[in-house]
C-alpha cells in the first residue's frame, strides 16, 4: 500500500512494476470503476488500484454568503476566487480567526 503521490518515485527507483499483464488477464478487471483504475496509472502503465474512492466535498453556509453580498447559489470559480471569497467570509477578532462559511 502507498500513496499515489508515491507511485512515480517508486516507479523511477525500480521498487515496483507494471501490473498491465495481471490486469488485462484478471477476468474481473472490468468490475472496476474507471476512475479507480486511473488512480494507479503512470507513463500509461499500471501500478496500483485505488481503494478508497472518497471524494474530497466542498460545502458552503448559503447565510455566510449573503451576508458577506455573495450570490449563495454562486461557489467560487477557481483559486483566485476561493480567496477574495476567504477574505469576505473568515469572521475575525483582531489577529484570531474563528470560522469560514465553508469546509473541505
Known sequence: ??????I??????GHII???DYFDSWEDSDNLVEGM?????????LYGLGYNSSPPVFVWRKDYFEEAG???ELPPQNWEEMLEYA???????GDK???AAWSC
Request: zero cysteines; glycine letters at 8%.
Open 37 to 45: 483504475v486511473d488512480y494507479g496509472m503512470f507513463d500509461e502503465q
Open 87 to 93: 477574505e469576505k467570509l473568515t469572521i475575525t477578532d
Open 97 to 99: 480567526w474563528f470560522e
Open 1 to 6: 500500500m502507498i500513496g499515489v503521490s508515491h
Open 70 to 72: 455573495l450570490d449563495p
Open 18 to 20: 507494471p501490473l498491465d
Open 8 to 13: 512515480v518515485g517508486r516507479v523511477e527507483l
